[in-house]
């Protein structure tokens, strides 16, 4: 019966060529690494979110006046609606983590170099729709937490002359944070943003398997420079193929981050839901040491070190915007970082710039 | 001279933009909040409420407020809204100052910035005394 079925699709689509050519006859470079893993960890972290997020509307109410109780209802009345909601909130931090590190990776190893500018792009724009998801699902259990960290972040744009005022009432929709924001971030957050990362998260596979994996600086083989005038696929045959071979190691790293998801849920699940998280929002009263989620709170302690807003937040976006165009500013030839002392050393200090302004942002 | 197809193509093009912009009007517009509902309107609150150095919270075109009755200055009424990040401030009547909880900008009490990374004063409502009552706005 089974063959049957199969035969039946064979005849219309050609399963056996998709396979072999997809998986079992595709290959990678020998050399490859876990790191590159990452991005599939990324897509089945980002599949956990969309599937448990559905869960979660059914019973969530996005009004001012339910939308707390609903939340407190799906943790405490609905059978496992606790661990639906956990899985979401928790998995949209670790969904964070595992795109940076995606990031740092590719920029670790150079893979943003020509010809795969394209990808970096799209890839760089994905990241910053995923801290945009983060921040307007965050606003969605309108807690003292949410609420207030809300405020925060959407008032950045004051920092702006003329247009800062008019920017941040557009977001949300209303002078302060209100039922209007909610509204608005509720339907970003189920609709338009989704739509946004699945069609980049297209554009980027595709970019990927038609330009052709890049190879790892490191290693066998790492050294090799192919002088790129005109297009051509950049494929391996030598290489190790991506079915079973290196699925196995993709399932293996998936399978890590559910492991490190679960054991945050069950030993320590209040990790990324302060106190103040199950505080029903009071837009009167702003509670004391309020700061925005954790990858936030760099930007955030910048602001308080940097005494003009305008300059702070300008700084902030110099920094993105250099990182955005950074395959078109990096015109060395080199791909190890290794044997490039500057760009090591800038990449280590920004690093710990981050985390040291994230850690003193925490107090 | 311009040829046919340049032309048809000149044409096309303005209807393409004229159709995306009456598309993306509306929908700025349907995004944009709506400005000025209820700025016209007063707020009344009997003056009575506050003693000296005492205050009342109040919410004045949707933006959270305070009303302050100085000592030797009478009353005043500012916006809370911290102009940093957009906390609310506190009162803190013994030190006759407002904090913000978020950065710690301190400001004193006709809403100056005295420190911290606020960049401008506290916004001012104007106010008015009619008899025993506050006229805000």
């Not at chain 1, 109410?61 to 407190?72: E, G, I, L």
């Not at chain 1, 399932?251 to 679960?262: E, G």
Request: proline share 7%.
């Amino acid at each position: 019966m089974l063959k049957a079925i199969k035969n039946w699709i064979e005849v219309r689509i050609g399963l056996d060529e998709l396979v072999r050519d997809q998986l079992t006859e595709y290959r990678i470079p020998r050399n490859i690494n876990l790191f590159y893993s990452l991005g599939t960890v990324a897509i089945a972290a980002f599949s956990i979110q969309v599937l448990t997020g559905i869960v979660l509307l059914v019973y969530y109410v996005p009004h001012p006046d339910h939308a707390f109780k609903s939340v407190q209802g799906i943790m405490m009345d609905v059978p496992y609606g606790w661990l639906f909601r956990q899985v979401h909130a928790v998995g949209s931090n670790l969904l964070v983590i595992v795109v940076a590190l995606h990031m740092l990776s590719v920029f670790f190893m150079k893979s943003y170099a020509k010809p795969r500018e394209m990808t970096w792009l799209v890839g760089f724009a994905m990241l910053l729709l995923t801290l945009t998801f983060c921040l307007s699902g965050y606003l969605l259990p309108w807690s003292q937490l949410s609420y207030w960290a809300t405020t925060i972040v959407t008032n950045m744009p004051t920092a702006f002359p003329y247009i800062g005022d008019y920017l941040t009432e557009f977001q949300r929709g209303s002078s302060q944070v209100s039922g209007a924001t909610l509204g608005r971030f509720f339907a970003l957050h189920v609709m338009l943003l989704p739509a946004l990362l699945v069609m980049l998260l297209g554009i980027h596979l595709f970019l990927i398997r038609r330009i052709g994996i890049s190879r790892p600086p490191f290693g066998p083989g790492g050294q090799e420079r192919v002088e790129w005038t005109q297009f051509h696929h950049e494929s391996y045959p030598d290489g190790m193929p991506f079915y079973p071979h290196y699925i196995a190691k993709e399932v293996f790293m998936i399978m890590v981050y559910l492991s490190a998801m679960f054991f945050i849920i069950a030993f320590l699940p209040t990790l990324f839901s302060p106190a103040d998280a199950n505080i029903p929002a009071d837009p009167f009263k702003t509670p004391a040491h309020i700061k925005p989620e954790w990858y936030f709170l760099a930007p955030y302690q910048m602001l308080r070190v940097i005494p003009s807003k305008f300059l702070g937040i300008t700084l902030q976006m110099i920094a993105i915007t250099v990182l955005f165009f950074w395959p078109f500013l990096d015109r060395k030839e080199e791909r190890n970082i290794l044997k490039r002392p500057v760009l090591l050393g800038g990449f280590i200090g920004a690093l710990l710039v981050w985390i040291g302004l994230t850690i003193w942002g925490n107090f | 001279m311009i040829a046919r197809r340049g032309f048809l193509q000149i044409i096309l093009a303005g209807l393409g933009l004229t159709a995306l912009g009456s598309f993306l009007y509306p929908l700025l517009r349907y995004f944009s909040p709506t400005a000025g509902e209820g700025e016209a309107e007063k707020l009344i609150v009997d003056k009575r409420e506050i003693p000296v150095g005492g205050s009342k919270d109040i919410l004045f075109h949707g933006t959270p407020s305070i009303i302050i009755n100085r000592p030797q200055k009478g009353f005043i009424v500012l916006s809370k809204v911290c102009t940093h990040l957009g906390c609310l401030i506190d009162y803190e009547k013994a030190k006759k100052r407002f904090l913000c909880p978020c950065h710690a900008g301190v400001f004193d009490l006709e809403g100056n910035v005295v420190s911290g990374p606020p960049p401008a004063p506290l916004p001012q409502f104007a106010l008015k005394i009619e008899g025993d009552n506050l006229v805000i706005g």
